[in-house]
């Protein structure tokens, strides 16, 4: 029975970074001085501090329809999409929430 989605990676292959998909929505609906707008680039900053920089691709999203009042939603699509969720993020800790919280997922598994 053929298998739906991503296929798995070759052995030796490096895993497809995790994506984090921010709503634009959320951003542009936060208070000036949260700055929102720019939180793209903190996130950015805040993944590089940590190492997760090449693990990760940050992408600019419609709305995700969580609309949460003060915070961002973020859909996190983790290698090959199994695992995926949305995390709220609070947008001034610079992305620092996020940082954390990916660095508590698992490691991707290599296939057997």
């Not at 900053?45 to 709305?63: H, P």
């Not at 999409?81 to 620092?96: M, R, S, Y």
Request: negative net charge.
């Amino acid at each position: 029975m053929p298998q739906h989605g991503t296929p798995p990676p070759e052995p030796g292959q490096e895993p497809e970074p995790t994506e984090l998909h921010v709503c634009h929505r959320c951003l542009v609906r936060l208070d000036a001085s949260a700055g929102g707008v720019d939180l793209p680039r903190r996130l950015k900053e805040a993944l590089r501090a940590r190492g997760l920089a090449g693990s990760t691709r940050v992408i600019s999203a419609d709305c995700l329809g969580y609309c949460p009042k003060g915070r961002v939603s973020v859909l996190v699509l983790p290698d090959g999409g199994t695992g995926a969720h949305v995390q709220l993020i609070d947008p001034e800790k610079d992305g620092e929430d996020l940082a954390e919280h990916l660095a508590r997922l698992p490691a991707p598994t290599a296939p057997p």
